[in-house]
């Protein structure tokens, strides 16, 4: 007779789970001990932490719930943080926590933290597991739960003593049933047709939504279609092509940037899969002026900036079809200008031999180098609003941000979790050197687990996002600063390479090199973060050209 941790691994492989992310403990033995016979691949990581991070990238990329493990107690606290960033940033996932036994768990004993309640505020759905026969019903609330719109996070306890305990046979997985996005009702499509073929400035606001709707396709047609401009969150670069004429840029920073002047400029703002958590309304919509027309899966967040004229809920490809064989096309406000703004950015240090090097010439080369298909993923910190606002991105899902939660330290996780999924691709982490040494300790499970992913460390040797905020919003700086380890003889202590860049002459061909190698690489690149004020002080300036 099967155990109920054997069943739990057959629910689990039901799920198609490919992959578990995590770190075995007493509490979970069980549960190790029926991997060996599963087809699941268990990848042991060096910090709880980094599991969950694993487990959140590999869920927004393939919209699949990623699967971490980690024992009770310490294991369990360490997976939060990653854990609760998917399920800010709305990518699926499950966490799996081994319990003390259930005789123990009523009072004082050894590790034993009410788990279900501590995951209750960053995931959908938290659980334990008290009787055997339930599993099969957990396993797949837990994974119908993480992966409905808006994705989040399954957490689910499973104390020791029932896993060891013996099962019937009869039970077994339940079928799996994925989520359908409903059409949008006809009647909203009319009206959300009829405001914005009668808007003068219409702009397109693409939030991740796009990306986890499969809709970027149907995105840049309806753009083109009606020559309606679209700005993208930091989400969801990449859900218009860069390249494309009307694609205005990222908006996110908490300043007002370029693209900020094209919604200055509407009257109607069409808001497709935008998350809330990612860019506040005030922040785009400060006089509430304009009329929002909300297409998403689900229903809008509140926010009495973000009152809307008409929803249309429904599957969003099938609603910018519809909407867009209503409307005729139009001329759109000059793009072009905010688009020259920020691409003079991107080309003003190239060929120029400034160093420390500056971050738009880092931006630059590293574009060089990676395919349209290749995977950037940022951790974060200033190096991530350089990302963000300024990398050129034709794809979605091939530059990763985090922007719901925001955590540092995501960045050398998340590229592992990108190469496990993308052999065949260049996986790049971009990250401060404070992030990086949040969980560096991985490029031993990188090594080990042959996932040849290059790390490219913004060196500025302190918290830079922090000192740009303190010196914009106070005009000096405090506790932000601090020294690093020699990060290429760090990278080689785990027989990883490293390089180390000197003038910025180097870093293409050292770029390039570290692909090449094949390995883990860490390029460790001095960052001129001189230009954080300098770009506070430009946009502050700015007088919109539209
Ligand atoms: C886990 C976590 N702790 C703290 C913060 C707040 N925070 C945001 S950016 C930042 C500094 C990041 O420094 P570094 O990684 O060196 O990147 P840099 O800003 O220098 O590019 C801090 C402390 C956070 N977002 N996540
Ligand atoms: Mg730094």
Request: a negative charge; glycine letters at 8%; one cysteine or more.
């Amino acid at each position: 007779m099967p155990n109920a941790a054997q069943l739990f691994i057959k629910c689990l492989e039901n799920e198609g789970v490919e992959y578990i992310f995590g770190i075995p403990g007493e509490e979970n033995l069980h549960l190790i001990d029926a991997l060996i016979d599963s087809s699941i691949r268990f990848i042991t990581v060096r910090h709880e932490q980094a599991a969950s991070f694993m487990a959140d990238v590999y869920g927004r990329l393939t919209g699949r719930p990623g699967v971490c493990l980690s024992t009770l107690g310490p294991g369990a606290t360490n997976l939060i943080t990653g854990f609760a960033d998917a399920n800010m940033d709305h990518a699926p996932i499950i966490a799996v926590s081994g319990q003390g036994a259930t005789t123990r768990m009523h009072k004082e004993s050894h590790q034993v933290l009410d788990l279900v309640n501590l995951f209750k505020p960053v995931s959908k759905y938290s659980i334990a597991v008290l009787e055997p026969e339930i599993i099969p019903e957990i396993v797949r609330k837990a994974f119908k739960d993480a992966q409905a719109e808006k994705p989040g996070g399954g957490f689910i306890s499973f104390p020791e003593n029932i896993a060891a305990e013996e099962v019937s046979g009869e039970i077994i997985p339940l079928k799996v049933q994925g989520p359908l996005p409903p059409y949008p009702p006809e009647l909203k499509v009319y009206k959300a047709a009829k405001v914005i073929c009668e808007a003068e400035y219409p702009i397109i606001l693409a939030g991740n939504g796009v990306v986890r709707g499969n809709a970027a396709e149907a995105l840049t047609s309806f753009a083109e279609k009606l020559g309606i401009p679209v700005a993208t969150t930091f989400m969801a670069k990449g859900t218009i092509p860069f390249s494309n004429p009307l694609c205005v840029g990222a908006i996110g920073l908490q300043a007002h940037d370029y693209v900020a002047c094209g919604f200055d400029r509407a009257d109607v703002v069409i808001s497709v899969g935008f998350d809330m958590v990612e860019y506040h309304p005030h922040l785009w919509h400060p006089h509430g002026d304009k009329k929002i027309i909300h297409i998403n899966q689900i229903y809008a967040e509140v926010d009495a900036k973000y009152i809307l004229e008409v929803g249309v809920i429904g599957d969003i490809t099938r609603s910018l079809d519809r909407i867009a064989e209503l409307c005729e096309r139009r001329d759109s406000f000059n793009t072009g200008s905010l688009r020259d703004l920020i691409v003079s950015e991107l080309n003003h240090y190239d060929g120029k031999d400034d160093f420390p090097v500056k971050p738009q010439r880092i931006l630059k080369d590293t574009r060089k180098v990676m395919g349209d298909d290749d995977i950037l993923i940022s951790d974060v910190g200033a190096h991530k609003m350089w990302v963000a606002r300024m990398y050129p991105c034709e794809k979605p899902n091939t530059c990763i941000i985090s922007n719901g939660f925001a955590a540092m330290g995501i960045g050398v996780p998340g590229a592992m979790a990108a190469k496990l999924l993308h052999p065949e691709r260049k996986v790049l982490a971009i990250t401060g050197d404070a992030g990086f040494m949040m969980n560096s300790q991985e490029i031993e499970t990188a090594m080990r687990c042959n996932l040849p992913i290059v790390i490219m460390i913004w060196k500025d040797n302190g918290y830079g996002l922090i000192k740009w905020h303190q010196e914009r919003r106070f005009g000096r700086s405090a506790f932000v600063d601090f020294s690093n380890p020699d990060f290429v003889k760090y990278a080689e202590s785990f027989g990883a390479k490293g390089y180390r860049v000197k003038e910025p002459a180097e870093l293409l061909p050292v770029l390039e090199q570290a692909f090449h190698d094949n390995t883990v690489v860490v390029i460790d690149v001095p960052v001129d973060y001189s230009e954080n004020m300098k770009l506070t002080e430009k946009l502050g300036k700015l007088i919109c050209p539209i």
